[in-house]
């Protein structure tokens, strides 16, 4: 639609603009004894019409689908109201209705209760005083569109009123005519709303747009307490603008110019965001679920709203980066304390400065095409066009490397059985095992043509007692001649089975420690035939050497526990041997060995570390949390252990391990969330690994998403609205990801039922078409 051309033509096209799809009905006043509202068209379109020179009205048609045909009754009622509902001109025409474009219509955006865009004006033809109709816009068309649309209003209303062309209309003279129609609809709610006791704050009904005059004095005031807000201590009140992601256009639009902002301490470690504009009602608690982002390069804090299963993203955007920056501080500690349940008071000065520091860094560093890094910007635009050219060809060549697992291990799919559980990468060979029920399937990638095939599958794993065992937590070992297991419910018992044979040949317990996670005691051990492995319980880390004689196989002398449950939940180690340990609690202790005090205690930042993964050289850590990965640069940079690593010398009080906290943009991980129906929960995320190899991309997963990140696209920044990682969507949901070793350039990935080899340059830029399938946009809208 292109507005400049509708008013510069001067043909004879009676239609300038028309809304293809929505809803009409009629409002009544509160005081009227009929329904409150009552549907007209149940199908119908909404055009400006131009009728004479300055003179346009707005032209309401039916348009007749099934459920509107042969209605019976139904019909019958309507033609009893017919002329309360459509004035006399529709008795005659009933499939339309039109009304003159002026002032007096007072045309007006609102939302209706369902979250729909509403176009609401006078009705002038009514026989009741107050009555109003309004057009339910249907969710497929899109925010931008709507606000052409309207915008062709009120430059045909400056027509009507002024007799002269938009075309010589000022923004101030459109915003003049948007203003004072907002305001006198935005009066009479509110006297409405002083009579209601039934308008729910955090149900963010009748959201409505408005636009003032003087947006910067009014975001400069001191805002008045908000309304109908929970009882509780303010920690911060301010102004902000609020703006809603438009899916179908894929960018945010302006919802509320001005809009109070609070945070609220509701009492037991507890805590409400409350957004309020004149017409605009937004609540949600202060957790991480909704996903809080701060783009500090634009004052901005994006988050997402979940209503009925349907998840929209938000974004107050302040006055300045002053602003923007007091509202985090308080954000970063209500959020602390809710995760913690304790004071931020309390916290050490070090701790804190940490905590705001880490939440400080942008989050979006991005440049143009992250994944090629070492290729110029006329080679990356020329592949990106060949990649888009031949996406189908890709598409297809990865079906035909796609193996569904129950046929690879010859047999039926059954429908008891529970799916692909775990995958683990060879170093020394081209093998892949993945885990399913109480088998393992062997893999194997063909660098000729790129392709994954099934080599092979150890069935009924079991024990030395002959007792069938489902395998968890594989590791290769021994030159990858060997497999560490579990079985998932002795929680001090760890198997090793022989490859080659099939079969377990030892099992080894751990004493009374119950073992959490466990892994090489060194980066590239499993390609050695070193025999110590390293692990933790919740309390404690420790090494296993299988040659000790008895049962109990751990090392005392290189074992520490402490006192307390710490709750230790993931464990990584370097080239060198150096370890490190993540709680549930989210704090990192780094060791240069084991059996003594950790050199560096990195704090929590409240999210539970589920796994760790560490470069070979131990300058990068990257851990897993549920909803974010955390990229730590372990390098000192200032005092006399300057390029020194944080495994090898304690940081100086006062420098802070550079954290960048990363995770999936709340506008896309809308789209996600909205297709799953299921929080963002990240699998294991993975550098690329190889001998004398510099990690540089980061392969994780979340439901059916593979996601990778670029290390310098996360490192450098160039305020581009480019990101830093690029998706693919699988037809399930993805176990585990992880490159081939000695690559960057290809990810293996095992599904539920497949498993699959991907080549990286097949990951997109995140946007409506990799996030959701076209069908299921409609879904967005509920």
């Known amino acids: 639609m292109n507005i400049l051309k509708k008013f510069m033509d001067s043909g004879s096209r009676p239609e300038l603009i028309t809304i293809p799809s929505g809803q009409f009905n009629l409002l009544r ?7 409150a509202l009552e549907c007209i068209y149940n199908n119908a379109t909404l055009s400006v019409r131009k009728v004479g020179k300055f003179d346009y009205e707005l032209a ?3 348009v007749e689908d099934d459920s509107e045909a042969g209605t019976g009754d139904e019909a019958e009622n309507f033609d009893d109201d017919t002329i309360s509902v459509l004035s006399t001109q529709s008795k005659k025409k009933d499939e339309e209705w039109s009304v003159e474009i002026s002032d007096k219509i007072m045309f007006h955006k609102t939302w209706d209760k369902q979250g729909n865009i509403a176009l609401v004006w006078e009705n002038l033809r009514g026989d009741e005083q107050d009555e109003k109709v309004q057009f339910v816009v249907t969710p497929d068309v899109s925010m931008s569109d709507v606000e052409q649309f309207i915008q062709t209003v009120y430059r045909c209303q400056y027509e009507a009123r002024n007799k002269k062309y938009s075309l010589t209309a000022s923004a101030d003279d459109l915003k003049e005519i948007e203003y004072r129609s907002t305001r006198l609809f935005v009066q009479d709610d509110d006297a409405d709303e002083s009579d209601s006791s039934s308008d729910d704050f955090q149900d963010a009904n009748d959201l409505s747009f408005e636009r003032q005059k003087d947006k910067n004095d009014l975001l400069n005031r001191t805002p008045s307490p908000l309304k109908k807000i929970p009882e509780g201590e303010n920690r911060c009140l301010m102004m902000s603008s609020l703006y809603v992601y438009d899916p ?10 001005v809009a109070k902002v609070a945070i609220i301490d509701t009492g037991k470690y507890e805590f409400w965001l409350a957004i309020e504009g004149k017409d605009t009602r937004l609540g949600t608690q202060v957790a991480p679920n909704i996903n809080p982002t701060f783009e500090l390069v634009t004052d901005a804090f994006l988050f997402n709203y979940t209503l009925q299963n349907i998840t929209l993203s938000y974004m107050l955007k302040f006055k300045d980066l002053d602003k923007c920056i007091q509202f985090r501080s308080v954000w970063v500690e209500c959020l602390w304390m809710t995760l913690n349940k304790e004071t931020w008071k309390d916290l050490p000065e070090m701790e804190k400065d940490y905590i705001l520091d880490s939440s400080s860094v942008p989050l979006e560093k991005q440049f143009d095409d992250i994944l090629h890094l070492g290729e110029s910007p006329r080679e990356k635009k020329d592949e990106e066009s060949s990649e888009s050219d031949s996406e189908d060809d890709d598409e297809e060549n990865d079906r035909s490397k796609r193996i569904i697992s129950s046929e690879a291990f010859e047999e039926p799919k059954r429908a008891t059985s529970k799916g692909n559980s775990s995958l683990t990468i060879a170093f020394r060979n081209n093998r892949s095992y993945v ?5 393992i399937g062997v893999f194997k990638t063909d660098d000729e043509d790129d392709s994954l095939e099934f080599v092979a599958a150890i069935k009924n794993v079991s024990n030395l007692s002959g007792e069938s065992i489902d395998p968890h937590k594989p590791m290769l070992y021994m030159e990858d001649r060997n497999l560490i297991l579990t079985d998932g419910q002795s929680e001090n018992k760890l198997y090793k089975m022989d490859i080659e044979r099939g079969k377990v040949i030892e099992e080894w317990t751990t004493g009374d420690k119950n073992v959490v996670q466990y892994g090489p005691t060194k980066k590239f051990d499993q390609m050695t035939p070193e025999q110590t492995i390293v692990g933790v319980s919740q309390k404690g880390v420790f090494k296993i050497d299988p040659r000790i004689s008895g049962s109990n196989k751990i090392v005392v002398d290189e074992s520490k526990d402490y006192v307390g449950k710490y709750n230790f939940s993931s464990i990584g180690t370097t080239e060198s041997g150096y370890v490190a340990i993540g709680s ?3 704090d990192i202790k780094l060791y240069d060995r084991l059996g003594i005090r950790a050199k560096t205690a990195i704090p929590s930042l409240s999210q539970a570390i589920k796994y760790i993964t560490i470069s070979a050289d131990g300058k990068w850590l990257l851990a897993t949390c549920e909803s974010s990965l955390l990229l730590m640069d372990l390098e000192i940079k200032d005092g006399k252990n300057a390029g020194s690593i944080g495994f090898l010398k304690s940081f100086p009080a006062s420098e802070n391990v550079k954290t960048y906290v990363l995770k999936i943009r709340p506008e896309h991980s809308a789209f996600i969330l909205t297709y799953t129906k299921k929080p963002i ?14 990690e540089q991309t980061i392969v994780t997963s979340t439901g059916p998403y593979a996601i990778s990140w670029s290390l310098k696209g996360i490192l450098e920044q160039d305020g581009s609205r480019n990101y ?6 699988y037809n399930g949901d993805i176990v585990a990801d992880n490159f081939e070793f000695g690559s960057d ?16 340059k097949s990951f997109k830029q995140p946007s409506k078409g990799v996030l959701m399938p076209e069908a299921s946009l409609q879904d967005f809208y509920g």
């Open 724 to 729: 830093p990682y690029r998706i693919r969507r």
């Open 248 to 257: 179908i256009q894929e960018t945010f639009v302006l919802q509320e110019p």
């Open 29 to 35: 006043s509160k005081s009227s004894p009929k329904a």
């Open 60 to 62: 309401v048609y039916r």
């Open 435 to 439: 885990t399913r029920d109480n088998k």
């Open 584 to 586: 549930e609690k989210g």
């Open 681 to 694: 929960s990240f699998t294991k995320a993975y550098f690329n690994t190889g001998i004398a190899q510099r």
């Open 745 to 760: 350039k290809k990810v293996i990935v095992a599904l539920k039922d497949d498993v699959s080899l991907s080549k990286v």
